[in-house]
């Protein structure tokens, strides 16, 4: 049962276009989202975040929606730099649950080309 | 400030062996949680430790056991090791059990069960 699901493996933008990577979800319970980066050899790093009683919330370039009725949120990068490249995982939280316990999505492989 | 580190990086080991993985948590930082990630997935929550105390597990069998010491410093134990078992584990850390999912993730341990 993959609650949290990321169906693109794989984006290649250019460099200084908007990357938009997308999460879907189904547990309507879950009521807070995240976005962590990970690149080769490091473990994954907090990115942004967003509670399920907002749709919107910005840092700098980066920049999270998130669709309730939906069920789906995405995250907006731009401009998009070739240090963006990384693989970016969608993760949520379901109330009641332990903060650490994050269900993740597979992940998506961000390449910005020079 | 030190982050969190896991020790070994790799290892090799064969099934139905047993494995001790552990990881140091960043300082200051009271709660530890584990996560296996298989090849092209996203990490999956094995467990939580806080106050040394175990206090949300995923669906793991109990040969996944673990240990959080009064450093806050922990281990993870896998017994009878399976071909399954074969993943990255990360270790996590974080300020309070509670808290809004912003981990601080270890570069992680390769484990390869031949």
């Known amino acids: 049962d993959q609650q949290v699901k990321q169906n693109s493996p794989s984006l290649s933008v250019q460099e200084g276009r908007i990357s938009i990577l997308n999460c879907d979800y189904t547990?309507?319970?879950?009521?807070?989202f995240l976005w962590y980066k990970k690149y080769p050899a490091e473990g994954p790093t907090f990115l942004i975040s967003?509670?399920?009683?907002?749709d919107k919330n910005e840092d700098g370039r980066f920049t999270v929606f998130l669709n309730k009725s939906a069920k789906h949120l995405s995250l907006h990068i731009v401009p998009s730099q070739p240090g963006d490249s990384a693989v970016y995982f969608c993760a949520a939280r379901a109330p009641g649950t332990s903060g650490s316990r994050l269900t993740f999505g597979e992940g998506t492989q961000l390449t910005v080309n020079p | 400030e030190t982050g969190v580190t896991q020790s070994p990086t790799h290892l090799i080991k064969t099934r139905g062996q047993q494995v001790t993985l552990r990881c140091s948590s960043q300082s200051g930082h009271n709660t530890v949680s584990w996560y296996q990630q298989a090849l092209g997935q996203g990490p999956q929550f094995i467990f939580q430790y806080y106050r040394e105390e175990e206090n949300g597990r995923g669906n793991f069998p109990p040969r996944f056991s673990g240990l959080q010491f009064p450093n806050y410093s922990s281990e993870l134990n896998v017994n009878a090791l399976e071909l399954d078992d074969s993943a990255l584990y990360l270790c996590a850390s974080s300020l309070v059990a509670g808290g809004t999912g912003e981990l601080f993730f270890g570069e992680g341990s390769r484990l390869t069960v031949l």
């Open positions: 547990n309507s319970m879950f009521d807070y």
């Open positions: 967003i509670s399920s009683i907002k």
